[in-house]
T-cell receptor, first 118, second 111 residues
Framework: GAVVSQHPSWVICKSGTSVKIECRSLDFQATTMFWYRQFPKQSLMLMATSNEGSKATYEQGVEKDKFLINHASLTLSTLTVTSAHPEDSSFYIC??????????????FGPGTRLTVL | AQSVTQLGSHVSVSEGALVLLRCNYSSSVPPYLFWYVQYPNQGLQLLLKYTSAATLVKGINGFEAEFKKSETSFHLTKPSAHMSDAAEYFCAVSDQYDMRFGAGTRLTVKP
């Protein structure tokens, strides 16, 4: 149980285009989903926290107009990188908390999406 | 604010040797602590977690970690390293709001 999927697993796009990444909780309902970015040989950096039906909360330094997050249902959150540039190339990982799992604060992670902007 | 510090960005051990990866935390409330492993181009796999039950936590693949409040530590150990243990390991601390990761430790296992 507690499986999170991401789609696509990798994407290559041209500079200036927009890319949408989906994050789904497959067997549980997620009240909160998180988006992380990981540059090569670095740790995961939290970009934003999204709660179903409300606006996402972005970390300091993350442009909310560039990284659009939508959490329209308890099983789906999307991250859209708008007007992507080569510096946005990174590994994007989402995670989710199980609404019914209690208070152990565990997050379940997706497999990640590798974005390469040419 | 909560945080974790991983001491040693790179640890190298011989196959069969003890693995010790260090993690110290800072938290104003009783912490929830986690160890994750990441293989290249993959997501995170949970090794184990501490949620204020037993201080010695056993995880998957023979790993375990001991929560020591007096030392604010949660070090990860494995008695005997396997080649398949070579990966990146992350310590993390979580509260009701979010999860924060350490910088990671790359474990290399020499034959």
């Amino acid at each position: 149980g507690a499986v999170v999927s991401q789609h696509p697993s990798w994407v290559i796009c041209k500079s200036g285009t927009s890319v949408k990444i989906e994050c789904r909780s497959l067997d549980f309902q997620a009240t909160t989903m998180f988006w992380y970015r990981q540059f090569p040989k670095q740790s995961l950096m939290l970009m934003a926290t999204s709660n179903e039906g409300s606006k996402a909360t972005y970390e300091q330094g993350v442009e909310k107009d560039k990284f659009l997050i939508n959490h329209a249902s308890l099983t789906l959150s999307t991250l859209t990188v708008t007007s992507a540039h080569p510096e946005d190339s990174s590994f994007y990982i989402c995670s989710a908390r199980d609404r019914d799992r209690g208070l152990d604060n565990e997050q379940f992670f997706g497999p990640g999406t590798r974005l390469t902007v040419l | 604010a909560q945080s974790v510090t991983q001491l040693g960005s790179h640890v190298s051990v011989s196959e069969g040797a003890l693995v010790l990866l260090r993690c110290n935390y800072s938290s104003s409330v009783p912490p929830y602590l986690f160890w994750y492993v990441q293989y290249p181009n993959q997501g995170l796999q949970l090794l184990l977690k501490y949620t204020s039950a037993a201080t010695l936590v056993k995880g998957i693949n023979g790993f375990e970690a001991e929560f020591k409040k007096s030392e604010t530590s949660f070090h990860l150990t494995k008695p005997s390293a396997h080649m398949s243990d070579a990966a990146e390991y992350f310590c993390a601390v979580s509260d009701q709001y979010d999860m924060r990761f350490g910088a990671g430790t790359r474990l290399t296992v020499k034959p």
